[in-house]
Every structure is written in structure tokens, then in C-alpha cells.
């Protein structure tokens, strides 16, 4: 029973850290932006697909990953240019839609490509299982983790220690303050996009050994990065960080312990209780009302 | 003179068959944008005049659908008790959830709308004894009104219109009510329509029940006419059709909503032609619509035809 718990934690937190990860993406964007970017998924998608296709074109593992995240960070950039931009100052409904909008664009894209079907990565470092105590963990998540962390740490030295990161936290606490200052915001809007889309295709390629990849991968993968980020109170990336782990966990131990169909609902039924008591998240602080 | 819109709008939806009585556009097409008018429609008041999003609006049309075709297949109901079942249904859960929900703003209303709706989704697909899972049920029977059981394309256009044009009604007067009043003023300042002395819970819980029930009746239509229902067409794309059609009308808008629907679902029709290309006009159309018309079509639209009369030369 107990290595069974300890099967789920190792499940969970491996799950959790690619939502952790799309999470802080969204995170990125609505701090710098107000915006909720639903292609957040897509951006995952892209970076699994796209390091599919070099991979089978004869590329080495390392420099199709590496590709993929430039081709998705340039994606990033192309939206925030041509989507976001022209759109500033509208509604939140209608920057909704757009990105919504966006997305099926870009799954649009992908499947005109790639076709329907699903492809995977082969393992990054072979697939014969690791026994830690009673459980067996794949090489690959121990490279989920790893990698996570370490994406993790410097996107919080970026923001901590370099000037161009504060610059862009400026940004997000008060737009018009950071740009008296001497701050260009229109630059700190498309490096948070371009970092946003580089966190969400790493995740995918990443993640994508271990789960298939469609062109309809990115769905609900983008819809659980906007939980976590909700969950962990929204434009906090740490918090998102910690809500994407706390609802891979959820979902894993909710999937083995309860009922494997009713994973989605359990992880979306936990949101809900979320918002229910604590109406702005875990970790987010309570926001005055402008009358 | 305040219902004018709407006596042409009845009359154009009672012509149509007239003149083309066997035309596939007009007929099938008709009434599956009637069904969406419907579902607009009663979008609208939540979205466009109270101001609060809905991301998970398909689990209420899944409701009423679920509820006509369960209780309709397997418990031999009647279909207009079973149509007042799933009302009742759609109504209580729409009634339970709204306080909690309602008091969430902005993206977090997005999130919890957005999560109910998936939660609604899950238990269609597993829930497989009454739902038959995600194969869906099939052999709903015909609706029966009184006696009547409603055949063929003409008729179900005949009834879906009729429904429609109640809904479209029921939607222009109750957004002149006292209580539409009292909605557009929670939508312009919550705190200022409290110190005006309306209940905002109250008028919160209100719309978002009208607003279900009338998903919920557009949902016990759609599952007699198609005579089978399937969790696909309750889900989240469903749901983002939805705001879609309301956004892409204009909000605050009856015929706007109404309007958003109508091109949504002509648009559906016209690019099925492309095949694998329709995924990324569809999804190209919207981001441009939106960028350049984010009022909608038919608010920008009419907008824009007003200030170019008057910026006609005066002779």
C-alpha cells in the first residue's frame, strides 16, 4: 500500500512539474500583459511536435530540442506582435477569445503538417526503470524533474537578480510607473512572451517520451498550467510553480486511489473548492477594488 | 415601436421556408442556427448585460439534452415532462452554483466556469449505466407536443424557430425590466448598484438561472431532433463557441447575440469545405474579427454605417 502511495507521489510530481511549468508561462504573460493566454498549451505542443519532426528529419536529440524552443519562441513573438499588440486595451472576454483564437490557429497549423496522428520522443537517456524503494521511476522523469527545477531557479534569478528581470516585474506591478522610469515596455511585453513560449516547448519536449504528442496535445495540458496558475493565485509565478505540482499530485493520487476516468474532474472539483473559499488563490494577495 | 427589430426579425424567419421550402440552408442549417440563437441568446444576459463570463455554458445544453434523452429512452417518459425535468435540473444547479461562483471575477470566473464545465463533461463520458458514455445514447424519440410528434426538417424548423423567436422575446423584455435595469447596473459598477440598493447576489443568481434554462431547453429540443446525444457536442469547444457567438455579435445585444450566432454557425457550414484547412481559417477569422471589431460584427457593423451616414455630404 505504502510503495503503491509512493508509486502516485513520483507519478504526480513528474506531471506536476510540466504543469508547473506551463503554469509559470502563464504566469509570465499575465504579470507583464493582463492577459490570459490560452495558446499557453499550444506553445507545449509546438515544442514536442517540432523536435519530433527534426528529430525524424536526422537531427541529434540535443540540437532538435534546441530548435524547437527557438521555433516556438519565435511563434511567441509572432503572436504577441500580430495578436496581442493591435490589440491593446480591449476587454478581457475579447483578449480571451483572441488567444482562443490563436490556438486553434495553431493546432490548425500543426495538424495541417503533421497529420492526426500521435508521435513520441524516444527517452533521453534509455528506458529501463530505476527501483527507488518499493517504486519504479523512469529515467525520464528523473529528467523532468531535474530539468524543472533548474528552469525554475533561474527563472527566479532572472526575476531577482539581473536588471532586465526586475525591469519586467516592474512592468507588472504598474505599467505606466515602469515606462517613466525608462523602462520600454513594448520589449518587456515580447521577451515575456518569447520566455513564456520557451518555458511551454521545453515542458513538451520534455514530456513528450514519456506521453504521445498530437496536434491536440496541447488542449488540456494548457487548460491544467491555467489551473495551476489560478490555484497558486494568478500573476505569481512561484505560486503557479507550487499550484502545478500540488494539482499533478492531486490528479495522480485522485487517478490511483479513486477513479483513473475521473481524474479530470477530480484535479477541476479541487480548482472550484479553491476559488470557492479562497476567491484569489493559495498564494495570491487580496486586491483592492478601484470604485 | 421598441419590438421593431423584432417583428421583422419574425417575419424574415417566417418567410424564409416559404420561399424555399426544400433548401438544405434553410431548413437543417436554419435550425441548427435557431438552437444556437437560443443558447446565445440566453449567453448574452450573463455576459454581455451582467458582465460575467461563462467558459462552461455547454454543461447546462448538455443538461437538458441528458435529461430529455435518459428519461425519454430508458424510463418511456413523455417528452414534454421530461423537457420540464431537465429545466428543473438545469435550473437547481444553476441556482446552487451561482452564489459561489458569482462572487469570483474576471479570470477566476473564466477558470470556475471553465472547470464545471469539464467537471459536467467527465461525468457524461463515465457515468456510462445512464449516459452510455462517450458512444452517447441513441433512439431519442421524437418530440411530442400534445399528440404531435414533430417530423421531418420542416417541422423541426417550424418548432425550433417558435422556440427561438419565445426566447428572443422573453430576452428583449426582461432586459427592459426593472431587473434588466438592475443587471446593466451590476455590470457597470457592483459597488455603485449596491449603493443604489440592488441586491447583487440576487441579481447575479437570477440571470445565471434564466441563463441556464434557456441552454437547458435549447438542449431538450436538440436531443429530439437529432434523436441521439454523445458528450461531444457538450464540451469545452462547444462552450467556447458559445461566448464566441456572443462576443462575435456584440455584447449587450439581443439581436447582436443573435447575429453572432447566425454567422458562427453559417461560417461552420461554409468551411466545411476546406477539410483540414478549417482549423486554421476558423481560427484566423477569430483572432481578426476580434482585433479589428472587438465590439462584434453586428454592434461594429452598425456602428460603423451610422458614423459613415453622417459623415455624408450635405447638399
Redesign the interface.
Known sequence: MLEQFFQFLVTGVTVGSLYALVGLGFALIYNASDVVNFAQGEFVMLGAMTAIALLNAGLPLPLAAIAATLAAILVGLLLERFAIEPAQGASVVTTIIITIGAAIFLRGVALLLWGKGFHALPPFSGDAPIRLGGATVLPQSLWVLGVTVLLVSLVRAFFNRTLLGKALLACSFNRAAAQLVGINVRVMLRLAYGLSAGLGAMAGILIAPITFSSYEAGVMLGLKGFSAAIVGGIGNPMGAVAGGVLLGLLEALGAGLISSGYKDAIAFLFVLMVLFFQPTGLFGHKVAERV | MRLVGFYVFAAVVALLPVLFPTNYFVTVVGASAGLHVILAVGLNLL?GYAGQ?SLGHAAFFGMGAYASAILTTRFGWYSLPALATGLLIAGTVAWLLAR??L??R???L???T???G??VH??M??ATRWTGGPDGLAGVPPLNLLGWAVEGDLQWYGVIMAAMLLTVWLSLNLVDSQVGRALRAVHG?E??AQMMGIDIGRAKTQVFVVSALFAAFAGSLFAHQQAFVSPDSFN?IVS?EL??MV?LGG?ASTFGAACGAIALTLLHQGLVVFE????????????AV??FL?QGLFVGLSQGTRRLWAMRPKS
Open positions: 455576459m463570463i459561489p461562483i462572487r469570483l474576471g479570470h477566476y473564466a477558470m470556475a471553465l472547470g464545471f469539464i467537471i467527465v461525468i463520458v463515465q459598477s459597488f455603485a469545452l467556447v461566448v464566441t462576443v455584447m483540414d484547412y478549417e482549423m486554421v481559417i476558423h481560427g484566423a477569422l477569430l483572432m476580434m482585433i472587438p
